[in-house]
């Protein structure tokens, strides 16, 4: 099979590239990115002279590259990772937002109609649905998003539903829960929190850090895209998620606990505007299908810490130049 997949120097994509690389010998990938502040060729290092695998820069945004990669290539499928993906940025500055995840989801669609491809997953958020107090989301559940960030993410998905209905495309649409793992950027929770205290810093939570969110390892999620290129039934929309839900105090104390240290290196700040204050999803539909998740929660974030702890080389630059700049505008610094 001929893989394009976007976005796959960011966190979630790169994992993904490495994961079916090593299951499947015979694919081909091609790995359309931006390379923003997000992307990073150093995420898929130990695989750049793979014979099966190609980097091509560039925007989901334009196009005639999204065409002349899927025409002189032989593209099966699409798997759009390709994203602005952070809520605080999509607060600050949405424009990339609805640029990158709206219009260039239509372009993938486009792309897909026009070549006749055999699947499109589009790799989306439960964000879509806003926030909850008490049950779960399923796949049924109205879409209410609440940031810039998940109102662009909803957008799309809902392109997504309209070229099913009016063309009949072969489009599977993704909503999960968040990911932590090795290679994400360090301006989200987890990979933030534990680099902080790494380096002797603070960590900031948000409130009074009682926000909850419900935890999938990258790995698992991995498996579950490779399980819907697969099986997927074409036109249907699968949550994904594992029933591990934590508070954002109780991953702090995670850390905290692992790393030897005190609830003096805890800074509570101001709130996120519009924060969501709780995500959890139903999966049975994809549990049905023969899907579950494989990987202990507590094991994989003792392993994810680890990671951060052996891979200084990998974040430590990450945490200077384009991160600074935001990391002042953020905190008004
Ligand atoms: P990320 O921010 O780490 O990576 C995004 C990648 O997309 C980067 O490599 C970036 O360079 C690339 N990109 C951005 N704009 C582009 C454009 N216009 N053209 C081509 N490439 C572009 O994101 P992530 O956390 O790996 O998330 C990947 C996908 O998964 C996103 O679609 C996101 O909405 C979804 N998702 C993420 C989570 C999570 O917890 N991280 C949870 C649910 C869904
Ligand atoms: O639910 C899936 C979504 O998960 C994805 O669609 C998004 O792309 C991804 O970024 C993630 O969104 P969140 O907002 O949940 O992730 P983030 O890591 O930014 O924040 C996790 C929680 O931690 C959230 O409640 C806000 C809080 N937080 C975050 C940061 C960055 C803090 O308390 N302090 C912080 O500095």
């Known amino acids: 099979m001929n893989l394009l997949v976007t976005g796959g120097a960011g966190f979630a994509g790169s994992n993904f590239i490495r ?7 015979n694919y081909r990938i091609f790995n359309l990115d ?3 502040y997000a992307g990073n060729l150093d995420n898929l290092k130990d695989i750049e002279g793979n014979a099966n ?10 196009q005639r590259m999204v065409f002349k990669i899927c025409r002189n290539n032989k593209i099966d499928a699409i798997l759009n990772y390709a994203a602005e993906t952070h809520v605080d940025r999509s607060i600050l500055d949405p424009a990339d937002f609805v640029k990158t995840d709206v219009i260039g989801t239509y372009n993938i669609l486009e792309a897909v109609k026009e070549f006749k491809l055999q699947k499109f997953v589009q790799i989306s958020t439960d964000e879509v649905y ?3 107090t008490k049950g779960q989301f399923t796949e049924e559940s109205p879409f209410l998003p609440n940031s810039p960030y998940s109102a662009s993410k ?27 793992g090795p290679y994400q950027y360090p301006e989200k929770m987890i990979p933030l929190f534990v680099t902080n205290l790494m380096e002797g810093k603070k960590v900031p939570l948000y409130g009074k850090g009682e926000n909850t969110r419900e935890w999938i390892y990258v790995l698992d999620h991995c ?15 699968y949550n994904i998620g594992t029933g591990v839900e934590k508070k954002n105090i109780q991953i702090t104390q995670i850390f905290l606990a692992e790393l030897g240290l005190d609830k003096k290196m805890i800074e509570f700040v101001k709130d996120r505007p519009g924060h969501d204050w709780r995500y959890a999803v139903n999966s049975n539909k994809l549990k049905k299908l023969g899907w579950s998740p494989e990987y202990d929660f507590d094991d994989a974030m003792r392993e994810t810490i680890r990671w951060y702890q ?24």
Do not use: M
Request: charged residues 25%; hydrophobic residues 35%.
């Open 19 to 25: 994961y079916i690389l090593r299951k499947y010998p």
């Open 34 to 36: 931006k390379l923003t």
């Open 53 to 62: 695998y190609k980097f091509i820069k560039g925007d989901i945004v334009d």
């Open 130 to 132: 806003g926030s909850l």
């Open 154 to 180: 909803a957008g799309a998905d809902l392109l997504c539903r309209s070229y099913v209905k009016t063309y009949k495309l072969p489009v599977v649409v993704t909503h999960s829960c968040n990911f932590y």
């Open 223 to 237: 498996r579950a895209i490779d399980f819907l290129l697969h099986k997927g039934v074409n036109g249907e929309v």
């Open 310 to 333: 052996k891979n200084e080389w990998w974040w430590k630059k990450l945490k200077s130049g384009e991160y600074l700049k935001y990391y002042k505008k953020q905190y008004g610094l």
